[in-house]
């Protein structure tokens, strides 16, 4: 949410300066989710949940100060990881993809809405919905080659189409908003002015004999990072499990465990750079966070993919820099003074918090063209993303809906017409189908390791 309110204040900013503000905020709230969930027991992201399980029993015994300490270590540790993944690992691959033509293009934005729709978890449909709502918005306004109007209703605002900050904006940031002004938070959390929180200095040396766990889990958030449709919360689970399967002590795992926050930590962090080393090279985002920054890129006049690393390798670099800077700064910011400052805004009313966000977010959308046209588009959005949210429908999808939409759609007709209007230009080549296959693997795998499993469980209980 708080990098989709942030995209429309970053118009006047330099592209890579936008990047890196947006670089830096992904970092902190990736560390930031592990401050209520550490006092109050509620993640403040869901990558965060599983920190929960110990660094709340940990805060319960007046060391929550130091489950703080753990997390934001161990967050560092894990972006930093991350970091060096996406420069070493982004680079050859771009270079791969630069051989592509228009139906490889094509075929990989398929894959890359197969994936997000299939792999994410839930209900392959509702996924599937989600994203022909993202398709059909993105097809809107002028017909690129013909210029005729589609899906305008008469509206001379959307012939240059819908602006994705708008779509972002009222997607994401809009419903838990009014969850936050509708829920009261009713909690048995711990003071967080009582939080006794020690210089990370003196910390450090207690957490040395998590070595294992960091470059464990680092590896683990990297790999799960890089997955289409996994994310952070598959990363920290798995890395959980890991550790405490690895434990000398694993009966103590649940009730104050400081590896345990460490090994959650350090994965939820390692796979936010790497997610984005698919959606540069390739314009598929590893996570539903990974969608909403290429959002910011296209805002930017930046098109991932990839010709990104060729027409902007400064600004695609200086990126990646900006992660690894901004990593490292988290150690030396979120240490006792964010800790204990930003733990108390968890006192301040849930109404002001909600009240001040959409202040920010009229503000933001309004002085994108000026206009009341987009405030009340990004209200109907955001409608329609609060229905979704409470009906279960995944909402990264309809972002990659709208930015693979128009993508996949011009390089089908530049595909089709190189081939005359053949349509078995798409196939013409060993790339497509290979393309083609890891589609296909990626729709019909899920299902059968449901048939598979659904298969043991009836024998299990015959």
């Known amino acids: 949410m708080a990098i989709s309110v ?37 993640p403040g992201t869901p990558a965060a949940v599983a920190t929960t399980f110990d ?12 489950a703080l300490q753990v997390a934001v270590v161990s967050s ?36 890359g809405l197969a994936s997000i729709i299939f792999l994410l978890g839930g209900n392959p449909v509702k996924g599937l919905i989600s994203a022909c709502f993202g398709v059909f918005v993105s097809v809107a306004g002028s017909d690129p080659i013909y210029g005729n109007d589609r899906y305008t209703f008469g509206q001379l605002e959307l012939l240059d189409g819908v602006n994705i900050v708008i779509l972002l904006v009222g997607l994401y940031a809009l419903p838990p908003v009014i969850d936050l002004l509708e829920t009261p938070l009713k909690t048995d959390g711990v003071n967080s002015s009582k939080l006794g929180t020690e210089p990370i200095w003196r910390a450090l040396p207690r957490m040395y004999r998590f070595w294992k766990t960091w470059i464990r ?20 689970f798995m890395s959980y499990n890991e550790a405490r399967r690895a434990s000398k002590t694993p009966d103590t795992w649940g009730n ?50 990839p010709m990104l690393f060729r027409d902007n390798p400064d600004v695609v670099f200086g990126f990646m820099w900006q992660f690894l ?26 109404p002001l ?53 128009g993508f996949a759609e011009e390089n089908l007709r530049l595909a089709l017409r190189i081939g005359r209007g053949d349509w078995l230009v798409l196939f013409s ?34």
């Open 6 to 42: 942030l995209v429309p204040f970053t118009f006047g900013l330099e592209p890579l300066v936008a990047l890196g503000l947006m670089a830096g905020i992904y970092n902190g709230a990736m560390y930031g989710g592990a401050i209520p969930a550490v006092l109050l027991r509620i």
């Open 55 to 66: 660094g709340y029993p940990m805060a319960q015994k007046g060391e929550g100060g130091f």
């Open 76 to 111: 560092s540790i894990g972006g930093i990881a991350s970091a060096f993944a996406l420069m070493l690992l982004a680079p050859p691959l771009s270079k791969v993809t630069l051989l592509f033509g228009p139906s490889e293009v094509f075929w990989v934005a398929v894959f």
């Open 217 to 236: 889990s680092s590896i683990i958030g990297i790999w799960i990072g890089i997955l289409p449709g996994a994310g952070g919360s598959m990363a920290a």
């Open 256 to 305: 104050g465990e400081p590896e345990g926050v460490a090994a959650a930590e350090t994965a939820n962090n390692a796979d936010t750079a790497s997610a984005l080393i698919p959606a540069l090279t390739l314009g598929i985002p590893g996570t539903a966070v990974a969608a909403v920054m290429l959002g910011g890129l296209l805002v930017h006049g930046l098109q991932p993919g």
């Open 325 to 350: 800077f901004g990593a490292i700064l988290l150690v030396l910011l979120g240490g006792a003074l964010a800790t204990n400052s930003f733990a108390r805004l968890l006192n301040l009313p849930r």
């Open 353 to 405: 918090l909600g009240s001040v966000i959409i202040v920010l977010m009229l503000i933001g959308v309004y002085s994108i063209h000026g206009r009341m046209f987009d405030v009340y588009l990004m209200l109907g959005f955001g409608a329609i993303g609060w229905v979704m949210d409470k009906l279960k429908f995944p909402l990264p999808p309809v972002v990659l809906g709208l930015i693979l939409g």
């Open 429 to 462: 080549n060993t790339t497509s189908l290979v393309l083609v296959a890891l589609t296909v693997a990626v729709v019909v795998g899920p299902m059968i390791k449901r048939r598979i499993q659904g298969a043991k469980r009836e024998e299990a209980t015959s």
